[in-house]
């Protein structure tokens, strides 16, 4: 068994090449942190529901909010009503962001994490961060 020594070694070495990403993922990358619902609106709510249920809401929640502009300002509608038959105004401010006033712990977190960078805040500015950087 001459060379078995060599071997090994070698299939060490293989292995610490193949590894290595992971090896280094394991003691640096940063633990990912989902998007928090907790802000002062969530909190005083019994029950904590959205507007449709969450994981309708985590997959088409772009293109709720496409055709609520739409119909906002195509056919003047700016009432929302839900599959549980209630009442929303259509509002991308007062409405989404009303509830989900965190919109950097929550929005932008989320949204980093995927690498989509919504423009809608070019124009639609929320509260925090007026509250921040003052009306441009
Ligand atoms: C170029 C500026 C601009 C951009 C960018 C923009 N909007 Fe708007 N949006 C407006 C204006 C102006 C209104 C009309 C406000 C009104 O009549 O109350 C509006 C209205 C809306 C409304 C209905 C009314 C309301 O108060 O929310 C929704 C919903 C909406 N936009 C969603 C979006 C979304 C989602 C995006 C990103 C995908 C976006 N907008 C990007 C300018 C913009
Ligand atoms: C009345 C308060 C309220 C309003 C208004 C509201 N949300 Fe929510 N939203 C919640 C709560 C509470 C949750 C988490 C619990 C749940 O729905 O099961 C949530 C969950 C979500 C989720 C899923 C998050 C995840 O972790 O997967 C998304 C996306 C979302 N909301 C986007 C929106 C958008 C966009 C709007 C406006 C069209 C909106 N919300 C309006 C309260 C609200
Ligand atoms: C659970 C994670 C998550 C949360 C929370 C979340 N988003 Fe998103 N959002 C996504 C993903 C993922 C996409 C891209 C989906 C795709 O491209 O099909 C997206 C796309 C969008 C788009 C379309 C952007 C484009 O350029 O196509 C808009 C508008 C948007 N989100 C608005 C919001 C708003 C407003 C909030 C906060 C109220 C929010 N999102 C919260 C995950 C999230």
């Known amino acids: 068994m001459q060379g078995?020594?060599?071997n090994?070694?070698?299939v060490?070495?293989?292995?610490?090449?193949?590894a290595s990403p992971h090896l280094i993922n394991?003691?640096?990358?940063?633990?990912?942190?989902?998007?928090t619902e907790d802000t002062p609106r969530i909190r005083a709510m019994a029950d904590k529901e959205?507007?449709?249920?969450e994981g309708w809401m985590r997959r088409n929640h772009m293109n709720l909010?496409?055709?609520w502009r739409d119909a906002a300002l195509r056919d003047t509608d700016r009432i929302y009503v839900n599959g549980r038959g209630e009442r929303y105004d259509i509002s991308l401010m007062r409405t989404?962001?009303?509830c989900?006033?965190?919109r950097e712990e929550f929005c932008d977190r989320c949204h980093e994490f995927a690498a989509v960078e919504p423009y809608c805040w070019q124009c639609h500015y929320a509260p925090e961060q007026v509250a921040k950087e003052g009306w441009r």
Not at 12 to 18: K, M, Q, S
Not at 26 to 35: C, D, F, S
């Open 4 to 6: 078995t020594g060599k």
């Open 8 to 10: 090994l070694a070698a």
């Open 12 to 18: 060490a070495i293989f292995f610490l090449i193949i």
């Open 26 to 35: 394991l003691v640096y990358a940063k633990a990912w942190t989902g998007p």
């Open 50 to 53: 959205c507007i449709e249920s």
């Open 65 to 67: 909010l496409l055709s």
């Open 96 to 98: 989404c962001l009303g």
């Open 100 to 102: 989900h006033s965190n």
